[in-house]
Nanobody, 121 residues
Framework: QVQLVESGGGLVQAGGSLTLSCTVS????????FTWWRQSPGQQRDWVAA???????SYSDSVKGRFTISRDNAKNTLFLKMSSLKSEDTAVYYC???????????????WGRGTQVTVSL
């Protein structure tokens, strides 16, 4: 079992920056990848970024070049540094941990409760 708690959300002006954190606890060794997702009111939850291993990162086209995902293994913390924020980045941001059982290939997802990011014009 993996538990995730996001923090760092808030209100920021367009063009500004914000860094989200996700504290991870539990069976961290079972996690194959960490990801960030976001969801705006009335919209589906969209994938934002992912990190596997130490620094294999990938991003959605909408945030590429503006957001950076990273992890601090010593502190069991995942980060999402967001810069050049736009009003369309306004959403609840969720941290996700993906674990795949090596024997069964069964995937298990753990989610945090989310943190609100609001970008004002």
């Amino acid at each position: 079992q993996v538990q995730l708690v996001e923090s760092g959300g808030g209100l920021v002006q367009a063009g500004g920056s914000l860094t989200l954190s996700c504290t991870v606890s539990g069976d961290i060794s079972s996690v194959n990848a960490f990801t960030w997702w976001r969801q705006s009111p009335g919209q589906q939850r969209d994938w934002v970024a992912a990190i596997q291993g130490a620094n294999s990162a990938s991003y959605s086209d909408s945030v590429k070049g503006r957001f950076t995902i990273s992890r601090d293994n010593a502190k069991n913390t995942l980060f999402l540094k967001m810069s050049s924020l736009k009003s369309e980045d306004t959403a609840v941001y969720y941290c996700n941990a993906v674990s795949v059982d090596p024997g069964t290939s069964r995937r298990k997802d753990a989610w945090g409760r989310g943190t609100q990011v609001t970008v004002s014009l």
